[in-house]
């Protein structure tokens, strides 16, 4: 699976930005989509993410602010980021969760984007 983000950038504090990711190649095993982020210095942590069943889950911090959509059938998914503050400033990072079922069970994989710079201005 290959994921390719873009929407990046720099905004004022109280602005909105819009990122997206499209993923391309294995995409029939894609069980889930979703959004990190990691700012200097700190841990990478989750934003929101969606499930193929319509299932969403966001961070406490960007709950209200942030929407996440996606379709499906294309294999992109959406980040609408509204009312950005300077501590949402950090490299966004799509994800893309995997599960494959075999004989034996099912083995899952993470893949990831390779990130795209959002700066908050205050």
């Known amino acids: 699976v290959q994921l390719v983000e873009s929407g990046g950038g720099v905004v004022q504090s109280g602005g909105s930005l819009r990122l997206s990711c499209e993923a391309s190649?294995?995409?029939?095993?894609?069980?889930?989509m979703g959004w990190y982020r990691q700012a200097p210095g700190k841990e990478r942590e989750l934003v929101a993410t969606?499930?193929?069943?319509?299932?969403?889950n966001y961070a406490d911090s960007v709950k209200g602010r942030f929407t996440i959509s996606r379709v499906n059938h294309q294999n992109t998914v959406w980040l609408h980021m509204n009312s950005l503050k300077s501590e949402d400033t950090a490299v966004y990072f799509c994800n893309a969760h995997t599960k494959v079922e075999i004989i034996e069970g099912s083995t899952e994989f993470d893949y990831w984007g390779q990130g795209t710079q959002v700066t908050v201005s205050s």
């Open positions: 969606s499930t193929r069943g319509g299932s969403t």
């Open positions: 190649g294995s995409i029939r095993y894609i069980v889930a």
